[in-house]
């Protein structure tokens, strides 16, 4: 995760922080409905799988499981890269 001084991520470091942000955009869509229109569902996932009256409700709750999931991985993240900017830096001598 760290490499002369700059944090890298991991290929699925990147994929856990784009679900964690579209699980984000997804939830304020959600809000932003309740607030702007009467009873609009604007729930992204819902849409995508309790569409047409297909009963999918298992594969939508695993897409929030996911989302979840990955939201605790960044918990983590956030810990490590704090951690990572407190670690005292070592000094190289060049002769």
Known sequence: MQNEGQVRLHWIEWIVLAVVIVGAINWGLVGAAH??????????????????????????????????????????????????GRQAPTRTETV
């Open 35 to 84: 607030f702007l229109t009467d009873g609009a569902n604007w729930n992204v996932v819902n849409l995508l799988f309790g569409a047409d009256g297909l009963d999918v409700v298992a594969l939508e709750n695993l897409v929030y499981l996911i989302v979840g999931l990955g939201g605790l991985y960044g918990v983590y993240m956030a810990y490590r890269f704090y951690t990572t």
